[in-house]
């Protein structure tokens, strides 16, 4: 089984500041890791995901994120926040099932941007 | 294309009655997939269904079961509802290919069910 560790239940930050939230998994099998975006009122949405290569991976919106294996940890972060960026961030793992998928996501951490 | 469609959006309901969520998914996709989220807990995953058969489950009680039609739209229920039941669940759909796995989920606004 696998499970996640979102460390930070809220995130504040003022804009243009940099952020980082943090997330680690445990997990006995490969595993593949992503990062959700919840904003008020909305249904989730991927921002970013690792599936295999390089480590290091980018959303459009400037997010990125990078899988650490040893340190089983898959932390997202942003150089400069801007208010548009306040919302709940879920950190989530699933390994290649074979009856399907089933994923497992962390307790989410809420950013809230400052002016 | 349309995205996820949830309804109703919002349910108020009293202990020891029942509910069905619904959940039609974007066109195509095959895979449905129910999670819970409350405060605190994050999103638990409750189950998924995959051409009208439950492929994997979470760890609920007998009383939350769904179902797959044969056109992928999905219905969640629970029985004998009680407080701690309250919360949004979200439904997702996945574009699975064939080898039985996506790694994408498509949300739905979700169904804010209030158990008084």
């Known amino acids: 089984a696998q499970s996640v560790t979102q460390l930070d239940s809220q995130v504040p930050v003022f804009e243009e500041a940099p952020v980082e939230l943090r997330c680690n998994y445990s997990s006995s099998v490969s595993v593949y890791l992503f990062w959700y975006v919840q904003y008020p009122n909305q249904g989730l949405q991927l921002l970013l995901k690792y599936l295999s290569g390089s480590t290091l991976v980018e959303s459009i919106n400037g997010f990125e994120a990078e899988f650490n294996k040893s340190q089983t940890s898959f932390h997202l972060r942003k150089p400069s926040v801007h208010i548009s960026d306040t919302a709940e961030y879920f950190c989530?793992?699933?390994?290649?099932?074979?009856?399907?998928?089933?994923?497992?996501f962390g307790t989410g951490t809420s950013l809230t941007v400052i002016p | 294309k349309a995205g996820v469609t949830q309804t109703p959006r919002y349910l108020i309901k009293t202990r020891g009655q029942q509910v069905t969520l619904s959940c039609s998914p974007i066109s195509g996709h095959r895979s449905v997939s129910w999670y819970q989220q409350t405060p605190g807990q994050g999103l638990q995953f409750l189950f998924e269904y995959f051409s009208e058969t439950q492929r994997n489950k979470g760890n609920f009680p007998g009383r939350f079961s769904g179902r797959q039609f044969s056109n992928s739209r999905s219905e969640m229920n629970v029985s004998t509802l009680e407080l701690g039941d309250s919360a949004l669940y979200l439904c997702?759909?996945?574009?699975?290919?064939?080898?039985?796995?996506?790694?994408?989920?498509?949300f739905g606004s979700g169904t804010q069910l209030s158990v008084l």
């Open positions: 989530a793992v699933s390994s290649h099932l074979n009856t399907g998928n089933q994923f497992y």
């Open positions: 997702a759909s996945s574009p699975v290919g064939t080898g039985g796995w996506d790694e994408k989920l498509f």
